[in-house]
């Protein structure tokens, strides 16, 4: 994730993914190929081929998407935008209930990973879908600067 525009009106973060995402489904369509000219008379081996074709496009949507979280004072809020494959969320936060950002810390495999949150007084609204190995912390530094500019 990094910042694509900031200035004291709008605070706007990005976060591609699409190489990982266009990888998979380049994988899926040739499974589906794969499944529909094979000559082969094995059904149970097209049907596995397109099988992993589509559980190549599930992991694209769900694990890979485009992701724009924009800070707006002068509309006071926080839109967290997720493009997936054929589907668009968007989680609207008032800019007026948000304490400040800060990272959550988590251990997988022993190997430390990180996702970007927003502290309320009452909820901890992470605003990435799962933690990652890099460090977050100089993007909460900046979200940290611009909500008390």
Same mark, same amino acid.
């Given at each position: 994730?990094? !910042?694509?525009?900031?200035?004291?009106?709008?605070?706007?973060?990005?976060?591609? %993914?699409?190489?990982?995402?266009?990888?998979?489904?380049?994988?899926?369509?040739?499974?589906? @190929? *794969?499944?529909?000219?094979?000559?082969?008379?094995?059904?149970?081996? #097209?049907? *596995?081929?397109?099988?992993?074709?589509? *559980? &190549?496009?599930?992991?694209? @949507?769900? &694990?890979? /998407?485009?992701?724009?979280? +924009?800070?707006? #004072?002068?509309?006071? +809020?926080?839109? %967290?935008?997720?493009?997936?494959?054929?589907?668009?969320?968007?989680? =609207?936060?008032?800019?007026? !209930?948000?304490? #400040? !950002?800060?990272?959550? #810390? %988590?251990?997988?495999?022993?190997? /430390?990973?990180?996702?970007?949150?927003?502290?309320?007084? +009452?909820?901890?609204? /992470?605003?990435? =879908?799962?933690? *990652?190995?890099?460090?977050?912390?100089?993007? !909460?530094?900046?979200? %940290?600067? @611009?909500? =008390?500019?």
């Amino acid at each position: 994730m990094f !910042a694509v525009n900031c200035s004291r009106e709008k605070l706007i973060l990005r976060s591609i %993914n699409r190489l990982p995402q266009l990888g998979l489904a380049a994988a899926a369509a040739i499974l589906f @190929w *794969g499944a529909i000219t094979v000559e082969a008379a094995d059904l149970v081996g #097209r049907l *596995g081929m397109a099988a992993t074709g589509v *559980g &190549f496009l599930a992991i694209a @949507w769900a &694990f890979f /998407p485009k992701q724009t979280i +924009t800070f707006d #004072r002068a509309a006071g +809020t926080i839109v %967290n935008e997720r493009q997936r494959i054929g589907r668009t969320d968007r989680q =609207t936060i008032q800019l007026t !209930a948000i304490k #400040r !950002a800060h990272v959550e #810390r %988590n251990t997988s495999d022993g190997s /430390p990973t990180e996702r970007l949150a927003l502290l309320t007084d +009452t909820a901890s609204i /992470p605003l990435e =879908t799962a933690f *990652g190995p890099s460090s977050r912390d100089d993007l !909460a530094k900046r979200i %940290n600067d @611009w909500l =008390t500019m």
